[in-house]
Nanobody, 115 residues
Framework: QVQLVESGGGLVQAGGSLRLSCTVS????????MGWYRQAPGKQRELVAT???????NYADSVKGRFAISRDNAKNSVYLEMNSLKPEDTAAYYC?????????WGQGTQVTVSS
């Protein structure tokens, strides 16, 4: 059974930083694309960042230059370093394992940025 567990969310003031972690069990991650997504209340879930098996990264325009995704295949984990946080970054953040045609999601971790 594949499980993804996110951690590291919380309440932070604007301009602050947080580091999210996602640890996967039940599957290796080394050959798959991993991603972070977020969903704010009343909005659709949106892509934040992805990282391929060879470390190629992709970011939403809204987070470029502020967020950094990374992975540690030995720890079966992926991370999201978030800097210069803004109130509009407030959302539930979800980790995704892309094993096409299947996708596996974590339960989410809440990030709240106060102004």
């Amino acid at each position: 059974q594949v499980q993804l567990v996110e951690s590291g969310g919380g309440l932070v003031q604007a301009g602050g930083s947080l580091r999210l972690s996602c640890t996967v069990s039940g599957s290796i991650i080394s050959i798959y694309v991993m991603g972070w997504y977020r969903q704010a209340p009343g909005k659709q879930r949106e892509l934040v960042a992805t990282i391929t098996s060879n470390g190629y990264t992709n970011y939403a325009d809204s987070v470029k230059g502020r967020f950094a995704i990374s992975r540690d295949n030995a720890k079966n984990s992926v991370y999201l370093e978030m800097n210069s946080l803004k109130p509009e970054d407030t959302a539930a953040y979800y980790c995704k394992l892309d094993r096409r045609p299947f996708a596996y999601w974590g339960q989410g971790t809440q990030v709240t940025v106060s102004s």
